[in-house]
């Protein structure tokens, strides 16, 4: 939602500092600059795309506005929590949680799933690297339409503005003078569109897109390894540190800050039990 709200604020400002110069809002509307630009950016992407991936773009946008990044630390102390529970009661003892939880995320729940089943470490390994692989295309699919928008857009621009002045120039010799600088005034404004929805809209969201695609990357490959380690059936601490390996400095520090806060909660525990 935070992408949406920046969206509209530049659009905002850019239109603010237009009216700031004297500009009048009514002159920066074009229906035909809108039709030449938005039209040919279209029907390059349906020469591009094929239909079927032209056909998830609204589910590509709401992905763009909507998608969450995991907090990768709780994802890692979640699944330390399974190791724990798997060392204690095996695997078995997932099943009533995997089948009660509704929103864990469904990559991590058909793996832990697997395991419960029996499946050997190395086939579950290969099913969830293939389903990352291809979830990883999908997303660059999606996110090489909105670059092919983000690169055909200012060129559609630059077009409408010929045609524009192709138009004014054609009549120039019969112009009404006072009115020949609105003319112009309107065949650039298909440049303005062209680079505006480029630089606004289209090359935003494909980067946006991309950085989710590598944060939904990340969170998978977590995923895969914990779930090798846990029917290895190491230690809490091997977990943690291979895990750790994932995470950025800040996210290391906040894991071991976390880690050692529960510990020494623990420990405490430990001790008001001992007093009592």
Do not use: C
């Not at 996110?143 to 409408?160: H, K, N, Q, R, Y």
């Amino acid at each position: 939602m935070s992408g949406l709200i920046f969206l509209v604020l530049s659009f905002v400002f850019l239109i603010l500092g237009f009216l700031g110069e004297g500009g009048h809002a009514a002159s920066l509307i074009s229906w035909t600059s809108f039709v030449i630009v938005f039209g040919g950016t279209i029907g390059s992407l349906g020469t591009s795309f094929t239909m079927k991936q032209i056909k998830n773009i609204g589910r590509v946008l709401s992905v763009a506005f909507t998608g969450k990044s995991t907090d990768l630390v709780e994802l890692i102390f979640y699944l330390d929590h399974v190791l724990g529970k798997v060392r204690k009661e095996g695997f078995l003892s997932l099943e009533g949680e995997l089948q009660e939880d509704e929103s864990m995320n469904p990559f991590m729940k058909k793996g832990l799933q697997s395991a419960v089943d029996g499946v050997n470490p190395d086939d579950i390994r290969n099913m969830l690297e293939i389903e990352l692989e291809m979830s990883s295309k999908r997303h660059k699919v999606g996110a090489a339409m909105f670059d092919s928008a983000g690169g055909t857009a200012p060129t559609m621009g630059i077009v409408g503005t010929v045609l524009g002045l192709v138009h004014v120039l054609g009549g120039l010799a019969k112009a009404d003078m006072n009115a020949l600088g609105g003319s112009i005034s309107a065949a650039f404004l298909a440049t303005l569109y062209g680079l505006s929805s480029a630089n606004l809209i289209f090359l935003p969201i494909a980067t946006r897109l991309k950085n989710l695609a590598k944060q939904e990357q990340l969170e998978k490959e977590i995923i895969i390894e914990a779930i090798s380690l846990i029917q290895e059936n190491v230690s809490p601490t091997i977990l943690r540190d291979t895990l750790k390996g994932f995470l950025d400095k800040k996210d290391q520090t906040k894991l071991e800050s976390r880690y050692f806060g529960d510990l020494n909660k623990e420990e405490s525990n430990k001790e008001e039990t001992k007093i009592a």
